[in-house]
């Protein structure tokens, strides 16, 4: 049986609760009534309760139980309770066939003033805050976010203080339901995170200490979009009771701020300039690309990375990437730009320039800008927060108007096995830029069954724009030589001829740019007709094939004849 008196009512109109746990079998030993140990002190204000149990009873299961008040002043008179303080009594009245044991339990409970204080510790928690009361305070995502709580007990027992902080969604009545734990400290000193919490507090991002002997410190770091809300501060004041256990005695709570949190994808905005560009071949292609929004600066809690990406026009997707400054400010090239003069660069504190000092044909197409923004959690870590696109900025390089055209034959028409087999390339330019250059490369195709093979052609050697010869694999692997014979005539030999170098060849000339950069780009290409290779056999060798077959023949034919004669002669010679 618990005894409950309710909180803030008079004896004469209080709720008086008799809750009645019974035990369900019977024992042969005498009954006992156990209350607690005590004396219990409780703090005014707040609801008791005081455990009644009764054991070793004979008769029913359902038992009778009544309450007496004593007082100090008066310790032999029961009273009907109309105090709080004083020697209560549980009784029993017997069910049993004898008497035996105890039939009643006293418990004093000493009442003790409310003496707990609860509120936000100034001069507030830290962030861009309203003049209001209880404050709004807005951080940014990736910031931290710190408050502050005051609780003091002036209760002369020897008590506990559990301090937490927790959070309810904004404009949510605030209740046991609806608050949720952030993290606290327990009346044992442990510190203890709420369930969505328990990562963060392991990380390092959540954090909470004692200041003195009063101030409480929460700090978050790295500030969600989920962390909004109302925060409190909750404060419990324990005791503990003669039997060794704890009891909680008061609580109070207040409130510490409305937080709001200022996300980075709400904020985060990139513009490009200066519009849509023409610009001729060779010349230096400038792109601007400026970040804005209310963003918290780079640095402890955020940082930023901002790149070039370009699609071919028509392309569907934002392209691949140019060039990109990362969050440490390290410049790179993307894939297929490597060796290219191109430079991109922070110009003031949220602008950013790719700059491309000789622009190509190829380079026409759309770009765009992407800014990313990262907020930093526990140690160096890195979490990305947002991104951002630009609108597409159309690009347009004007073309060399370069047309080649590529003629090549085998020298001599045919060609047999150990000769040198010479192939011829001449090639036609029209229109381009002064100073163009050509390159000229050679290629194999080999057949299997009679057919060309689905592998792709293989390179066997070039000469490069620079005039540098570069060599490939040759399919009989003899020796090979690439010449330029002529201002527009390029040669390829293949030296000691065998029938492995079978195949179908063909040249593909190429024309060049070189800017002032020193860089090259290619401004056109083209690729000649087929031409078939294939090593013939000498007549002498033809005709030495059959010469030794037949040779062979006649040395076997001879061989049994003169065996078949001799074998005959000595027979005769055997029977004379």
Known sequence: MVLVVAEGM??????????LPFPTGMGCWA???????????????TAVSISCNVTGYEGPAQQNFEWFLYRPEAPDTALGIAQDAGIYECHTPSTDTRYLGSYS?????????????????????????????????????????????????STQKHTHLAVSFGRSVPEAPVGRAT???????????????????????????????????DRYRMVVGGAQ???????HCTAAEWIQDPDG??????????????????????????????????????????????????LPPAGRHAAYSVGWEMAPAGAPGPGRLVAQLDTEGVGS?????????????????????????????????????LAK?????????????????????????????????????????????????????????????????????????????????????????GVGQDGVAELGVRPGGGPVSVELVGPRSHRLRLHSLGPEDEGVYHCAPSAWVQHADYSWYQAGSARSGPVTVYPYMHALDTLFVPLLVGTGVALVTGATVLGTITCCFMKRLRKR
């Open 225 to 231: 979009a989920g962390d909004a809300g109302t925060y």
């Open 179 to 213: 608050l949720q734990e952030v993290v606290g400290i327990r009346s044992d000193l442990a510190v203890e995170a709420g369930a969505p919490y328990a990562e963060r507090l392991a990380a390092g991002e959540l954090r909470l200490g004692k200041e003195g002997t």
């Open 31 to 45: 009954r006992e009534v156990l209350v607690p140990e005590g004396p219990l002190y409780r703090v005014t204000g």
């Open 373 to 461: 923004a990262y907020v930093r959690g526990s140690g160096t870590r890195l979490r990305e927060a947002a991104s951002a696109r630009s609108r597409p900025l159309p690009v347009h390089v004007r073309e060399e108007g370069v047309v080649l055209e590529a003629v090549a034959w085998l020298a001599g028409g045919t060609v047999y096995r150990g000769e040198t087999a010479s192939l011829l390339c001449n090639i036609s330019v029209r229109g381009g830029p002064p100073g163009l250059r050509l390159a000229a490369s050679w290629w194999v195709e080999r057949p299997e069954d009679g057919e060309l093979s689905s592998v792709p052609a293989q390179l066997v050697g």
């Open 245 to 294: 256990s704890w009891a909680q005695i008061a609580e109070k709570r207040a409130v510490l701020a409305h937080v709001d949190v200022q996300t980075l994808s709400s904020q985060l905005a990139v513009t490009v300039g200066p519009g849509e560009r023409r610009i001729g071949p060779g010349e230096p292609l400038e792109l601007l690309c400026n970040v804005s929004g209310a």
């Open 10 to 19: 008079e004896w004469g109109t209080r709720h008086l609760q008799l809750l």
């Open 333 to 369: 090239l993307g894939p297929g730009y490597e060796g290219r003069h191109i430079a991109m660069e922070k110009v003031a504190s949220r602008t950013y320039r790719l700059r491309l000092e000789a622009a190509r044909p190829g380079d026409a197409g759309t770009y765009r800008c």
């Open 105 to 153: 339990g006293k418990v004093e409970l000493r009442v003790l003033p409310d003496a707990l204080q609860v509120s936000a510790a100034p001069p507030g928690p830290r962030g861009r805050q309203a003049p209001t009361s209880p404050p709004r305070l807005m951080v940014h995502e990736g910031q931290e976010l710190a408050l502050g709580c005051l609780a003091r007990t």
